[in-house]
């Protein structure tokens, strides 16, 4: 789920609502959480430092005003692929539901690493997520998917194993 740079009418709104949480230029987790909180967000402090580090180009764990609007992009095309496969209008994916809307974005997993996936973010075990739920899901499978994609395409021999196996894998570590 690679969330291209696009320009937007919503830029100023993006950078106003970034001015109200930023710490000088920036923000820390706790800014870009209660950032989230205010959009009716609420993320773990899990999912919050992963989308950190999925988004920090400098790696110093703050967030600048511009990677604030690509991460901001990024959870709006989540939710996107979220409400076009919740056509019911449940606000809420069953696991066949969440494999359709990681399939919009070519994150085919197998189902025994998607069934993994599930359970985890699942934590209530209700057999279903909702939003908050799916969101930390996606970032997650995208975190490894940069990670698999980095050693990969680095010819790095540090990972000989496919895409579902690593998510398998750091499921388990979770």
Same mark, same amino acid.
């Given at each position: 789920m690679v969330v291209e740079r696009e320009e937007s009418v919503h830029d100023e709104d993006l950078v106003r609502w970034f001015s109200t949480f930023a710490e000088g230029r920036t923000l820390s987790a706790s800014s870009l959480r209660s950032a989230l909180e205010a959009a *009716?967000? &609420? #993320?773990?402090?899990?999912?919050?430092n992963l989308l950190i580090k999925m988004m920090d180009g400098r790696g110093d764990g703050w967030i600048?005003?511009?990677e604030f609007c690509t991460l901001y992009r990024f959870i709006e095309s989540v939710r996107k692929s979220f409400v076009q496969v919740d056509s019911r209008g449940e606000k809420? #994916? =069953?696991?066949?539901?969440?494999? &359709?809307?990681? %399939? =919009?974005?070519s994150q085919i997993l197998a189902s025994e690493a998607l069934s993994m996936l599930f359970r985890v973010f699942d934590r209530t075990c209700? *057999? @279903?997520?909702? &939003?908050?739920? @799916?969101?930390? &899901?996606?970032?997650?499978?995208t975190c490894a998917r940069h990670l698999y994609d980095s050693c990969t395409r680095e010819n790095k021999e540090c990972i000989k194993?496919?895409? %579902?196996a690593l998510i398998q894998f750091a499921v388990k570590l979770r």
């Amino acid at each position: 789920m690679v969330v291209e740079r696009e320009e937007s009418v919503h830029d100023e709104d993006l950078v106003r609502w970034f001015s109200t949480f930023a710490e000088g230029r920036t923000l820390s987790a706790s800014s870009l959480r209660s950032a989230l909180e205010a959009a *009716g967000l &609420l #993320l773990t402090w899990q999912c919050v430092n992963l989308l950190i580090k999925m988004m920090d180009g400098r790696g110093d764990g703050w967030i600048t005003e511009e990677e604030f609007c690509t991460l901001y992009r990024f959870i709006e095309s989540v939710r996107k692929s979220f409400v076009q496969v919740d056509s019911r209008g449940e606000k809420k #994916l =069953q696991i066949h539901d969440v494999a &359709l809307a990681l %399939n =919009q974005y070519s994150q085919i997993l197998a189902s025994e690493a998607l069934s993994m996936l599930f359970r985890v973010f699942d934590r209530t075990c209700k *057999g @279903y997520l909702i &939003l908050p739920e @799916y969101i930390e &899901l996606a970032v997650f499978v995208t975190c490894a998917r940069h990670l698999y994609d980095s050693c990969t395409r680095e010819n790095k021999e540090c990972i000989k194993i496919d895409q %579902n196996a690593l998510i398998q894998f750091a499921v388990k570590l979770r």
